[in-house]
């Protein structure tokens, strides 16, 4: 279902001229309203009266996280307190949290475009949603619970954790519509087995993920476990929380809600803009926030965008899967590694779980790699010739996908941490 047609399957060319009239607004109010705009403007000289094109946006510098935390907490608001009426934030792994304020008028424009997505996944009045993302300062949980509410599905709250009971809610709710990160859902779909539950104890039809990447391999297990169909969705606490873009239900690439945010696609290196359908890092601006617009905001993730209308009928440009974070990216032995890639070496062998852990070492003169995933047998640790050849192909794959070698560690299933939010999978030991 195409929850705003107007808007959603609007002639580009009409688009691009909202657009154009959105951010030539919205490059002023910000200059007039916020203190770190106004002083890098007048800092380079630049005339926010002058700005016309979207060929202008070059010349305004990109804003980054470290914007954020160097105006922590409310230093970027461009409203007087008393008309924020909400505000998230997202944790991170050094320093202080980012925050971000919403005004009413950004909590409607939020409701409005995460009722697109969940139309578009194909879920409306007749669903009930288990929303499995922590409630809190985390933009997950109640972004998707105003847009389920918009479109009339009855929301159930259950937050992240407590996993049985979650099992217990979905079944006895008859929930339909799971709202999870991937890595979430596929836990649950293991401990239902677990547990003994029936596929068709559950009534589930939709899941709709995000917060995390997850490979086409992985969904793929993850539909299988549950019985549903899964699209994706994605977004970030610093431009609003989910909501930017979200797969309708053909899944070819996840449309931006291009009326409020603007995207470009530059090389992470230079910043110059990539050519049209290149991958680069995803840099957005807000055409409409009030309370706390950003211009030319690096999201520091990688993906590639594509202007073709849609067979669904929508005209908005739709960004592929996010592939990983320029600064998520490892680099080991020179050799660019996503951990995307060993989850797509992984996730199609029947013989190892969905569950691994990536360790990056410095040992020696040399960086090394450990991937160490968990066997589906753990029996198949008492034959040395089992695990051999098992460990070997795994190797071989990996190889020949990275480029480089990895160890390879197979492990007792239910040994690797299990997670009920983003998987941190990754620990950088160098
Ligand atoms: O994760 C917002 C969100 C909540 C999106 C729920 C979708 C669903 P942050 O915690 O600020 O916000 O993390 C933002 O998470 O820059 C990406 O690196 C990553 N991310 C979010 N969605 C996806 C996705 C929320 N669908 C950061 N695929 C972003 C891949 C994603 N990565």
């Known amino acids: 279902m195409i929850y705003n047609k107007q808007i959603e399957t609007m002639p580009r060319k009409e688009l691009e001229a909202l657009q154009l009239e959105r951010l030539n607004y919205i490059v002023r109010y910000c200059y ?57 934030a997202s944790s991170g792994t050094t320093g202080k949290p980012t925050v971000v304020g919403y005004t009413q008028g950004d909590l409607d424009l939020w409701s409005e475009i995460m009722a697109r997505i969940i ?56 929930t339909t519509t799971l709202i999870a990160t991937p890595t979430y859902a596929l836990y649950l779909g293991e401990l239902a087995h677990e547990l003994g539950y029936q596929k068709s104890d559950f009534k589930l039809r939709v899941g709709l993920f995000g917060s995390e990447g997850c490979t086409p391999e992985m969904r793929a297990k993850i539909e299988e476990r549950l019985g549903l169909f899964a699209t994706d969705n994605y977004g970030l606490s610093e431009l609003i929380g989910p909501g930017v873009s979200g797969e309708c239900e053909l899944r070819c690439g996840l449309h931006i809600a291009e009326d409020h945010f603007l995207p470009e696609v530059v090389h992470p290196d230079t910043l110059q803009a990539c050519e049209e359908g290149e991958a680069g890092e995803l840099v957005v601006t807000t055409l409409t926030k009030e309370a706390m617009p950003l211009l030319r905001y690096r999201t520091r993730d ?75 047998d753990g029996s198949l640790l008492e034959s040395y010739r089992d695990l051999e050849n098992l460990q070997k192909k795994i190797y071989h794959k990996l190889h020949t996908v990275l480029g480089i070698d990895a160890k390879v560690t197979l492990v007792q299933p239910k040994s690797i941490e299990r997670f009920a939010g983003k998987a941190k999978r990754i620990v950088d030991l160098r």
């Open 32 to 88: 007039r309203n916020i203190k770190l705009y106004h002083d890098r403007f007048d800092a380079i000289g630049l005339d926010p009266d002058k700005f016309r094109t979207f060929s202008d946006l070059q010349y305004i510098p990109p804003t980054t996280k470290d914007d954020l935390r160097d105006n922590y907490p409310f230093g970027l608001f461009a409203v007087p307190r008393e008309k924020v009426v909400r505000v998230h």
């Open 119 to 174: 139309s578009a996944a194909g879920v409306g009045d007749a669903d009930i949603a288990q929303v499995c993302f922590g409630y809190g300062l985390f933009t997950g949980a109640l972004g998707l619970h105003y847009g389920l509410e918009r479109v009339g599905a009855a929301v159930v709250p259950s937050s992240s954790g407590n996993s049985e009971k979650q099992l217990m809610l979905m079944k006895d709710f008859g």
């Open 302 to 376: 990688l993906t590639r965008i594509n202007k073709q209308p849609c067979a669904c009928g929508r005209t908005t440009a739709r960004m592929d899967k996010v592939m990983g974070r320029s600064d998520d990216m490892l680099k080991i032995k020179g050799v660019n590694v996503f951990p995307s890639q060993i989850e797509s070496v992984l996730m199609p062998m029947e013989q190892v779980s969905p569950h691994y852990m990536l360790y990056v070492r410095h040992e020696g003169y040399t960086d090394t790699l450990e991937v160490q995933v968990e066997l589906v």
